[in-house]
């Protein structure tokens, strides 16, 4: 094809997890550097196997663009003076770009104007452009780790080993370190990894495929699914494809698939499914099979493999023993585990940190045993309740302690929930201690039970609590103990249930139990800070305006699902005709009783007509909206917010009479005071739902 750019990485095998982002990061920073450097193009692809990233673009053309580069010199004010001839500050500018002082122009920017020279530049040929900016764009990939090999300074994710970049058939000549561009490729490592030189993108794909390499990630992705999906009917079965991580895992980690199925001991199907396929999915990259006709596991898998093989009898005989083994272990551990009840392990917690500035689990537990009480008096819950969430608390870390737990982390909570029924507790109690760590992710799945919800949110609580006395609060992008999502499941869990519970007060009672110096005022104060933010994100990503959500916040962050109401109703509120009045009303009204007096209203200091009208309308709204608005009307999805701003609309008329007839800012510094309080009575009424200045 005309003008069309091939370039290939080649590397040792990347991991799987590290191609799928680095690729679009590459991809989106090539798109920027063209357009900075005038390069035009029709079309712009990039695919990935373990051991190449290819960038593909069609309809590059041979020269780069004419551009028009400004050279921004001194401020115009300082560079004429004000009789109009230049200063030493032009005349220098002029000198430096070699240029007269009349050639100079003046150009506005968001600063002011200032003196420039505007060059135009011609542009080169593309291929002497390539050859400059490639390179760094190569070795500036973005991955989660980096590794130097060698003695090259550079870094990337693992060595680079060849670059094929040919444009219109013609190499594009440059170096990283000790590799040097050519218009050589190699085939698959294990088969036919000999070179050939394409000439062309159909050429290059067509000799990839002759020696077993699928360039194309969604190619290779639907291969495996078919031919897996195929498999497991043929086995009376089918796969579980919502699993996107394994999906993308197996399809990265090959450059041709070749699906194949194996088996296991039916005896092993008594272990928790969960353990099975945790060993299947995250430890070996196998897909499940589930019988078609029980909906149960069958004992079978299906996996990938990345070469072909003269017999595969060999090599589903070498990954049924590897499953095996590893069945073995954790049948082992569930027997081991279940000898005496989960309980009677609590001790063991003593020996674990959870972490070395805080203390052990043993003392976390005792924690979230007070913390999961305390959000349960708030929530209203009875006393069966709270010494069913109390015993949840005390069980809900022991399987840490457990064999299993320790060789298969991802299973905690999951075995707690089966050792815990295993020793005969409440059924209602092990699936509190499952669903406690719920949710483990931002679209993760919710605790379905009331008991697991509020122990959830006890839990993460005191993750947070902890980790802010600590001084391990999350700093710019690093969050290392994932505070930012367990804040945003507190949030998400709170809204789900419908909690009714004072965040600052459930803030306070967790630090309040950690037994370490630290300035309890201000922890509180960053965590409600804190909170506040992944609520806010939230909303955002929800389609809720940043100041209408703001208005709501800046009034407390106390109760979540209060807060929720009052963005929805302020929401809907704002977009009704005459709210851009009321706003307008509300900002004089707050922006006058910034500061309140320590006074309250007295009636006889009203000499205006106006003062009186405000105050009795003022009166009569408080008395109307009291039934939707204070703190002991009910539950937060109770208090009708739009109806009460309906009646709080009302004030408008009176608030605008008071400005147009009164002098707020009396001498009399009694009057003042007293119109103030008025005002700052106004105030406070509308922050019961909302600080309307912020709109």
Not at 473 to 492: C, N
Not at 685 to 692: A, C, G, R, T, V
């Amino acid at each position: 094809m005309i003008n069309e750019l091939i370039l290939e990485i080649g590397t040792e095998e990347i991991p799987a997890l590290f191609l799928e982002d680095s690729t679009v990061k590459f991809r989106e920073e090539i798109i920027r550097e063209f357009a900075e450097k005038s390069l035009e193009y029709k079309n712009m692809e990039t695919y990935y196997t373990p051991r190449r990233i290819t960038l593909k673009i069609d309809g590059l053309l041979p020269d780069q663009k004419d551009r028009v580069v400004d050279t921004f010199g001194p401020p115009k004010h300082i560079s004429f003076d004000k009789d109009g001839n230049p200063t030493k500050a032009a005349s220098g500018f002029a000198k430096a770009q070699g240029v007269n002082v009349k050639d100079l122009e003046v150009i506005s920017r968001d600063k002011g104007e200032f003196l420039a020279v505007r060059k135009k530049i011609k542009g080169i040929k593309t291929e002497k452009v390539l050859g400059e900016i490639l390179p760094g764009l190569i070795v500036s990939i973005p991955f989660k780790k980096s590794m130097r090999w060698g003695s090259d300074k550079i870094t990337f994710a693992r060595p680079i080993r060849w670059i094929m970049c040919i444009y219109n058939s013609r190499v594009i000549n440059f170096r990283i370190e000790n590799v040097e561009s050519s218009s050589k490729t190699y085939g698959h490592r294990f088969v036919k990894n000999n070179v050939f030189e394409p000439a062309d993108w159909n050429d290059y794909i067509s000799g990839l495929k002759k020696r077993y390499v699928m360039l194309d990630q969604t190619e290779r992705k639907k291969l495996i699914l078919h031919n897996a999906n195929k498999i497991a009917k043929e086995l009376n079965g089918y796969i579980e494809i919502g699993d996107r991580e394994l999906v993308e895992t197996v399809t990265n980690l090959v450059e041709y698939p070749f699906v194949m199925s194996g088996n296991f001991e039916e005896k092993f199907l008594n272990l928790p499914d969960e353990v099975l396929t945790s060993v299947m999915k995250n430890h070996q990259k196998y897909f499940p099979v589930i019988d078609s006709g029980t909906g149960k596991l069958a004992p079978s898998f299906i996996f990938v493999c990345g070469s072909p093989v003269k017999d595969s009898s060999i090599v589903i005989k070498g990954n049924e023993r590897v499953l095996r083994a590893r069945l073995n272990d954790a049948e082992f551990f569930y027997i081991e585990d279940t000898k005496e009840p989960l309980v009677k392990k609590l001790d063991e917690l003593k020996d674990m940190v959870f972490l070395s500035e805080i203390g052990t689990y043993y003392e976390k537990v005792e924690r979230i045993e007070k913390i999961s009480g305390r959000i349960s008096e708030l929530c209203g819950e009875d006393n069966n309740f709270i010494s069913d969430i109390t015993r949840s608390a005390k069980l809900c870390k022991i399987d840490l302690v457990s064999q299993m737990v320790f060789e298969f982390p991802e299973l905690q909570g999951i075995m707690g929930k089966y050792y815990a029924s295993m020793s005969k507790e409440k059924k209602k109690v092990a699936v509190a201690i499952e669903e406690h760590y719920m949710p483990t992710g931002r679209d993760s799945s919710l605790p379905k039970s009331r008991i697991g919800a509020l122990l959830s949110i006890a839990d993460k609580m005191d993750n947070i609590s902890c980790c802010f006395a600590a001084g391990l609060k999350p700093t710019g992008s690093a969050d290392p103990y994932a505070l930012r999502r367990q804040a945003i499941g507190i949030i998400q869990i709170s809204l789900d249930k419908k909690l009714d519970f004072n965040v600052e007060d459930l803030v306070r009672f967790s630090l309040d139990n950690i037994n370490i110096s630290f300035n309890k005022k201000e922890s509180q104060n960053d965590i409600i800070i804190f909170l506040s933010e992944r609520f806010r994100n939230l909303y955002i990503d929800s389609g809720f305006p940043g100041n209408v959500i703001d208005s709501v916040i800046s009034t407390g962050f106390s109760n979540i699902v209060d807060i929720s109401n009052r963005i929805k109703a302020v929401d809907s509120f704002r977009k009704q005709k005459d709210f851009e009045e009321l706003a307008v009303a509300f900002k004089r009204v707050v922006n006058i009783a910034k500061s309140r007096p320590d006074k309250m209203v007295k009636q006889d200091l009203f000499q205006n007509k106006a003062e009186q009208e405000l105050y009795n309308s003022f009166l009569n709204i408080k008395k109307k909206t009291s039934e939707y608005l204070r703190p002991d009307s009910g539950l937060p999805e109770k208090k009708d917010y739009l109806k009460s701003l309906a009646i709080i609309r009302t004030l408008k008329v009176p608030v605008d009479k008071f400005f147009d007839s009164v002098m707020v800012m009396d001498k009399n510094e009694e009057l003042r005071n007293n119109r103030m309080a008025l005002l700052a009575d106004i105030k406070d009424l509308f922050f019961l739902i909302s600080d309307f200045s912020k709109i």
